[in-house]
């Protein structure tokens, strides 16, 4: 009984040393405990020990890893694991001593509730990162010169979310199967990705062909796409050279239900927006496309029920094809729109594949952003996607709102809620909005107005109410604090007296 008194004390001494958080550098020892003076020497043996609510820091080191490192242990539901990049550092994964082979990956995550964010893994046998698992969160890492897709998602893998990820130059030998992001062949559903960007790899951009898998939904919001179906010098692969390639498969029978918003092709060598034969439902919201071979090809029947939305896009050049059943409204090619260069601020590349910015959000650049009195701004359709004037924006970018500085009458014409930033957010966003002048029964103007602020979840339940009490006219912040919330995507909703305004934000824990 002593001696097992002497071992549970001994566990017990192990756990609390660890304190729920490890490190990993190239300098340490999978002997050592795991503590930041003494930490592991490889992730592996750090996935290996973690327990739901554990944090294992990476060091901004690189590793060499010959062999994938395999995540199957998994975290709960308001309780993920984590593997992060140390704070300020950026750990590079080498891949590239391993060979050729379909088993041969970075990272392989088999475990559910991981959040892995701010890894680089490159030059990997296989794919740079396999997911099988569900509900993980891969945030601001990137993929390149793996030797099949960047990041693939299959066998099952459903409600994950990619965030600010990168993935380019990967490319297998015969040049067909590098995808830079594929949720395809046995996928599960509910998988989503945010802010993403995909270039130069050998074949697709994004690939949902399926195998295996049917009638599953992908979401991909605010991604960009672009030189797909070329190699890393410059020179035309023999990939297929989509850019979104929304579905497929071996009998062209099946349904991947896909849904883009605010995404972004150009110069993909052969399509930019593609069905290839995909016979589910395909909707496309506020997308632009430009200098692709060709922009937007959706021409094959769909399954019965299965419908394709096509609103609010804009297509620089011919559009492309789309069948008659698709169901439009508002798009750049329709009347009465005429679309030209001086629609648009740039239309200049410089600055698509810069360094993103500390938060992880893309870059800010011109590139295809409306120009001052284009006759595409204002001129949407209302498809639940948040705008600032008087009507949605055609394509990809909104067009942003002067922001009211002053405190007197005429701080602002009216009511203007901004996105908040950062987006996503960690636990802490600031929300912008500006409040306008009133005028009263007797015609003076009142600088006064009830504002009220409230966040809510997805599934309509308030969590916080921000602001709730007058305010003068002028422009405000006010910050949310989402650390006793989970991961997700909240509402947050502007209301004063009749004008009532609601944005989505994205919470990642």
């Known amino acids: 009984m002593s001696s097992r008194i002497l071992l549970a004390a001994c566990l017990l001494l192990t756990v609390s040393a660890s304190a729920g958080t490890y490190y990993v550098s190239t300098s340490g020892n999978d002997l050592n405990?795991?503590?930041?003076?003494s930490p592991f020497k490889s992730i592996s043996k750090a996935t290996g020990l973690a327990l739901p609510g554990d944090t294992i820091y990476v060091r901004g080191d690189t590793f060499v890893v010959a062999v994938t490192i395999n995540i199957t242990r998994s975290g709960a539901a308001g309780n993920m694991c984590s593997l992060l990049a140390y704070p300020g550092e950026r750990p590079l994964l080498d891949c590239s001593s391993m060979a050729l082979g379909s088993s041969n990956r970075g990272i392989n995550l088999g475990g559910s509730y991981w959040h892995i964010k701010g890894l680089d893994i490159v030059r990997a046998g296989d794919n740079g990162m396999r997911i099988t698992g569900s509900n993980n969160a891969v945030e601001f890492c990137s993929f390149a010169g793996n030797m099949d897709t960047g990041l693939q998602l299959d066998n099952g893998a459903s409600n994950n979310r990619i965030i600010n990820c990168d993935s380019f130059d990967n490319s297998d030998p015969a040049q067909g199967n590098a995808d830079g992001f594929a949720p395809k062949l046995s996928v599960g559903t509910g998988n989503y990705f945010y802010g993403c960007r995909s270039w130069q790899n050998s074949d697709d951009g994004w690939d949902g062909y399926l195998r295996g898998a049917n009638g599953v939904t992908t979401t991909l919001e605010n991604c960009w796409c672009?030189?797909?179906?070329?190699?890393?010098?410059?020179s035309p692969s023999t990939g297929n050279g989509n850019g979104f390639k929304m579905g497929g498969s071996d009998l062209k029978d099946l349904e991947h239900n896909m849904i883009l918003r605010n995404c972004l092709a150009f110069d993909n060598r052969v399509k930019g927006f593609d069905q290839n034969n995909n016979k589910g439902s395909m909707t496309l919201l506020n997308c632009t496309a430009y200098r692709n071979g060709t922009n937007y090809s959706i021409t094959q029947a769909l399954d019965s029920g299965r419908t394709l939305t096509v609103m609010n896009c804009v297509a620089l050049g011919s559009y492309g094809f789309l069948g008659a059943f698709a169901v439009q409204a508002t798009n750049s090619w329709m009347s009465p729109f005429v679309v030209s260069t001086a629609?648009?601020?740039?239309?200049?590349?410089?600055?698509?594949?810069?360094?993103?910015?500390p938060d992880g959000s893309l870059p800010d650049v011109p590139y295809m952003h409306l120009a001052p009195g284009s006759d595409l701004i204002n001129a949407g359709t209302d498809v639940g996607i948040s705008?600032?004037?008087?009507?949605?924006?055609?394509?990809?970018?909104e067009t942003e709102e002067p922001v009211a500085v002053s405190t007197t009458p005429a701080a602002a014409a009216e009511f203007v809620f901004f996105q908040n930033y950062p987006n996503p957010f960690n636990p802490k966003t600031g929300?912008?909005?500006?409040?306008?002048?009133?005028?009263?029964?007797?015609?003076?103007?009142?600088?006064?107005?009830?504002?009220?602020?409230?966040?809510?979840?997805?599934?309509?339940?308030?969590?916080?109410?921000?602001?709730?009490?007058?305010k003068e006219a002028g422009t405000y912040e006010v910050r949310f604090d989402g650390s006793r919330l989970a991961s997700g995507v909240y509402i947050y909703r502007l209301t004063a007296g009749s004008f009532v305004q609601s944005r989505k934000m994205l919470l990642l824990r």
């Open 431 to 470: 929300i912008r909005y500006s409040v306008p002048a009133q005028s009263g029964r007797d015609g003076q103007v009142s600088g006064v107005s009830e504002v009220k602020i409230t966040v809510y979840d997805v599934l309509g339940r308030e969590v916080a109410v921000l602001v709730n009490e007058k």
């Open 226 to 234: 672009f030189l797909n179906g070329y190699l890393s010098n410059g």
């Open 33 to 37: 405990q795991g503590t930041l003076d």
């Open 343 to 357: 629609d648009f601020v740039s239309i200049d590349t410089a600055g698509v594949r810069a360094p993103r910015k």
């Open 387 to 397: 705008y600032n004037g008087s009507a949605p924006d055609l394509g990809a970018f």
